[in-house]
Every structure is written in C-alpha cells, then in structure tokens.
C-alpha cells in the first residue's frame, strides 16, 4: 500500500476516536516519523507502543489519547495477526506460567530494581488500585485500600493469614501491626523478598520465596492481591484448589484482580513483550469456571475508576523522580515506562480493563456471611 493510501487509513482510524493527527488538542497525536504508519497499520498494537518508544509519535495527554481509542476501536482488530497468532500458539502448546516460566515471568518486572518501585509507589509500596474515596494523596489512598481488605477479611487477633503474591510485603505489614495477625507472604521476586524481610523484621511475618502451587499448612485468611493476573488461563482452577486447600472451614479469601469484559487466551503484545510477560487478564467466566464447587461468593466490586486515578499518580511520581533513576534505565525505558503506565490509566478510564475486588468463604453452614 502507497504512503499516501497508509496514512489516509491511518487518520480514518484515529478519526472515529476523534483524534486528529498533528492536532492541537491534548489527545492529537503527533507523527515525528511518516514510516509511523506503516508500522502501526501492520503490527497493530505492538507497533503502536514500540513506535512511541521509538520517539515515531507523542500526544501530550497520552492517557486521553489510549482512553478514547479504546471507546471507539476494539484493540483485537488492530493488533497485529502476526503476534496474536504467535501468541496463541504459545499459549496452546506450553503453560506459559508454569513454576519455571512463573519464576522468570516475575523476574522480569517485578525485579527490575526497587529503587524504581519505591520511587513511583507510596510508602506503604501497594502497587495494586488505590482507594480514593476520602484520600487526599496516594499514602493515604494506599492505607484506606489496605484497611479496607482487612475489614474484608475480618481479621481478628491470632489468626494466621497467607498473603498470595506479597509484593513488598504492605498488607502482611499492615494486618500484624494493626490486627495481632500472623502472616506468611509469598513471592517469586527476589528484590521484593529482600525488601519485604527488612520491613517486616520485627513482625510475626515470614516472607518466602514460593510459588503458591507449593504452599501448605491452613490458614484462616487468604488474600491475594494484582497476582492472579500473572497465573494464567491454564493454572485458574490449580489457583483456586490451592487456596481451598489452605483455608480452613469458615476462612476468607479476599481476591484483588484486573480484569477483563472478554475472555482470552492471550495478552495485549506489546504488555507481554515489554511490561508482564505472559500475563492474562482473566475475564468474569473465566474466574467463576475457576471457582465452581469450591468457594463461595460474597461479594464482588468494581473499582476500576479508582485504578485509572492510581496510575495517573505513579506516573507523576516516575516523572518527577526521573532524574536519579535515568543513569541506571535509560531514555528508551522512560518512555516504556511512561507508556505503560498512562496506557492503562486510559484503558481504565474507558472502562475496557476493570478492578475487581471479590469476597470468598468456605462456609458451608446456614445463613449469609456478613461482608463489612
């Protein structure tokens, strides 16, 4: 196809999201490079974020832009056939997120140094949605969301709590501080570990690097969350078994997840080149086919919009905190980086990826099971 025909099919695209291309709006985008649409046109998504890395384009509100092609494009029918089919075929033939392919999956986010976590996240380092009802800044939002899964969980003193995909360890640290739990987190991240041992030092808290298939004892709490994203269409009902098996009758299971208004098999490209290999967000069927006959449900939210206003905060603080990381990351990883991170923000805000908060119990005895 001729330049002239590519960018004429370009534009047409972008003008059902009203967007314009060298426009003066925040959201127009700005084409630095004409082989841009050629890129975009054949690799769909993943030429479209490589692009940006590439310096081929910006928008100055990249965040509106992303949102409001995600209102007007469906993003499956402009990614690139190349990459979904290889994608699927991966998919299909090897589980992408078994225990060795989990432990480097996690490798290569969650350890690329947690000096860059720290400086993005708040203090609490809850890198999972936020909650913004009364906060007036993210340390506050990252206390009122981990309080609000302890009231969930209805935590009482003495109880023993498995956190499923730690992190740096803040909701174990925060559930022992303030409720007299005992807590074990587990975690593939070596970087996280290290973190989450010093913070939690003092603690009735043991930090181990476990893959959850491996996980036994009982346990009166289980929680998990932003995880389930990385387990894998595969291994959705293996997740759950593990967590019926550690809890003990009349336990909770509090599940934070992204998730998804479709089904799939596979992941965006590009997310699963450069930011969570061989992630999946899972969809409502998918989890409940997962859950069938094993726990019951209490209670499901969404709090997608909380997400959106989360994201938007850790990237003013990855920018603001830019110039002390940039030696060690590099010119190219910032605009990774920043294209990540108001990508999602805007994929939220169009309500295309969702924030699920659920409440399970293994209760089976009469009557309901009060969620506060």
């Known amino acids: 196809m001729a330049a002239a025909a590519l960018e004429k099919t370009a534009r047409e695209i972008l003008a059902s999201a009203e967007i314009e291309i060298n426009g003066s709006r925040p959201w127009d985008i700005q084409v630095h490079n004409p082989a841009f649409y050629r890129r975009v046109l054949a690799q769909g998504t993943l030429g479209l974020g490589e692009s940006y890395m590439d310096g081929w384009w910006d928008a100055e509100a990249l965040d509106e832009l992303i949102c409001r092609l995600c209102h007007a494009v469906e993003p499956r029918t402009v990614c690139s056939k190349r990459a979904w089919l290889g994608a699927y075929l991966r998919q299909a033939i090897i589980n992408a997120q078994d225990r060795a392919m989990a432990r480097e999956n996690v490798h290569r986010h969650y350890d690329l140094g947690n000096d860059l976590f720290t400086a993005m996240l708040g203090r609490h380092l809850l890198y999972s ?147 969570f290999p061989n992630s999946l967000i899972p969809s409502i069927q998918q989890i409940g086919r997962a859950l069938e006959g094993l726990l019951t449900m209490e209670s499901w939210e969404n709090h997608g919009p909380e997400y959106d206003r989360t994201l938007m905060v850790w990237y003013r603080n990855f920018d603001a905190r830019w110039p002390q990381l940039e030696p060690k990351y590099g010119a190219r990883f910032y605009r990774m980086w920043k294209y990540y991170l108001l990508a999602s923000a805007g994929a939220f805000r169009a309500r295309y990826n969702q924030s699920w908060l659920m409440v399970f119990s293994n209760q089976r005895v009469p009557g309901r099971f009060a969620v506060s």
């Open 129 to 275: 949605c936020a909650c913004w009802e009364t906060a007036q800044n993210l340390n506050e939002a990252e206390g009122d969301r981990l309080e609000w899964v302890c009231r969930k969980l209805d935590l009482k003193p003495g109880q023993k709590v498995l956190d499923i995909g730690c992190g740096w360890g803040c909701l174990v640290k925060y559930a022992a501080e303030k409720y007299g739990v005992e807590a074990v987190g587990i975690t593939l991240s070596e970087e996280q570990a290290k973190l989450a041992r010093r913070s939690c030092a003092d603690l009735p808290v043991e930090i181990r690097i476990q893959d959850y298939r491996d996980v036994e004892g009982e346990f009166d709490r289980v929680i998990s969350l932003g995880m389930f994203e990385h387990v894998g269409y595969r291994n959705h009902r293996t997740f759950m078994e593990a967590v019926a098996r550690c809890l003990r009758q009349g336990g909770v299971f509090v599940l934070h997840t992204i998730g998804s208004g479709r089904s799939s098999k596979t992941a965006d490209p590009w997310m699963h080149k450069y930011i």
